[in-house]
């Protein structure tokens, strides 16, 4: 089994930033398995969404609500995805989730974090 670790969480002011870190640890023979690394966020009372994938070729997709203000990037050496997140609103305040894994399916990979808060104030 893969274990993801969610960081860098927290409170910031509308039109700040934060930068969300993950990483992935288990057997080398698991984590060799980790194919493609997503973000997703699930407010109270909404669907878990996803916000950014980054493949085993570094393609990158986006939701809508983020393109231009987030950004997705991994090293696969150190099995770690981050999430820049820049000109941050209120309607991003969310439980934040990395998920990763060997198959993408539609509700995403196939493991998952515990997630982390991120909280914009107005």
């Known amino acids: 089994q893969v274990q993801l670790v969610e960081s860098g969480g927290g409170l910031v002011q509308a039109g700040g930033s934060l930068r969300l870190s993950c990483v992935a640890s288990?057997?080398?023979?698991?984590?060799?398995?980790?194919?493609?690394m997503a973000w997703f966020r699930q407010a109270p009372g909404n669907q878990r969404t996803m916000v950014a994938r980054i493949t085993h070729a570094f393609t990158t997709s986006y939701g809508d609500s983020v393109k231009g203000r987030f950004t997705i990037s991994r090293d696969k050496s150190k099995n770690m995805v981050w999430l820049q997140m820049d000109n941050l609103e209120p309607d991003d305040t969310a439980v934040y989730y990395c998920?990763?894994?060997?198959?993408?399916?539609?509700?995403?990979?196939?493991?998952w974090g515990q997630g982390t808060q991120v909280t914009v104030s107005s």
């Open positions: 288990g057997a080398a023979s698991e984590t060799a398995r980790l194919n493609g």
């Open positions: 998920n990763g894994g060997p198959t993408w399916r539609s509700r995403g990979y196939d493991w």
